[in-house]
């Protein structure tokens, strides 16, 4: 079952402002004071999330007489909301890349932990936009990651993306469409995959709570990518 407080969390709502909200939407048009009382909580406290939730645009008012009686907007509003915010940060955006750029550090390393992290990974890979060479892989990324590797695959395809990956015998993994694999004999199992593309090598350890290490160094990348090839040239084909 949809855990909708969770939910509403998620998208930037408060406790209170999750409680006066579904007091409204559960039980249509009523007074402050009665919203404070069946959402439990003290009317001060709903007085703030009331005017949070009407600068939102998820609550609205109507007066009857000198009364304000309040009413949830209908739930599609929060689509809306969502959708002005993403436009925001859009607006933003080419000011915000450019200022990073400025102060990007030559040996720039990034750490993540777990599956969003090593997701982050990967989206990495396709926002960098350029072909990526894989040696280590034992087939984790498929096995933990079904879904989003078949997601991958066809991201890769979009931005034209082509991967070269070793591999040990045996082994595979589901991005095929966009990948050529082939497999050098006598690898030891290893825990750890690295992934070589323009200025950056990725190296995913994935453990029961995987990692994921990202190395922005030009020189680094170019020696990475020559060991790849040397590799590469005395695998393989499956």
């Known amino acids: 079952m949809v855990d909708i407080a969770k939910t509403l969390e998620r998208i930037g709502l408060s406790q209170n402002e999750i409680k006066v909200y579904l007091t409204l939407n559960d039980q249509g048009s009523m007074k402050a004071g009665r919203i404070a009382k069946l959402a439990k909580i003290d009317r001060s406290s709903a007085y703030n999330a009331i005017q949070m939730l009407l600068d939102k645009g998820f609550v609205s008012y109507v007066m009857i007489g000198k009364i304000k009686w309040f009413q949830a907007v209908g739930p599609k509003r929060m689509l809306e909301y969502l959708k002005e915010r993403e436009e925001e940060v859009k607006s933003i955006l080419p000011e915000l890349e450019e200022r990073h750029k400025r102060k990007k550090i030559e040996g720039q390393v990034r750490l993540f932990k777990g599956i969003k992290g090593v997701k982050s990974v990967f989206l990495d890979i396709i926002r960098t936009g350029k072909d990526n060479y894989v040696f280590g892989s034992e087939g984790q990324f498929s096995e933990k990651m079904p879904d989003f590797a078949y997601q ?3 991201m890769k395809k979009e931005k034209g993306i082509k991967t070269q990956m070793l591999l040990r015998k045996g082994r595979t993994e589901l991005d095929s469409k966009t990948s050529h694999h082939q497999y050098l004999p006598g690898i030891a199992e290893s825990p750890a995959v690295t992934n070589i593309y323009g200025d950056k090598i990725a190296i995913i350890i994935w453990t029961d709570e995987p990692e994921g290490i990202i190395i922005e160094n030009a020189s680094a990348a ?17």
Request: charged share 35%; glycine share 4%.
């Open 152 to 154: 991958f695959d066809r």
């Open 222 to 238: 170019k020696a990475y990518k020559s060991y790849f090839e040397f590799m590469w040239k005395y695998g393989k084909s499956l």
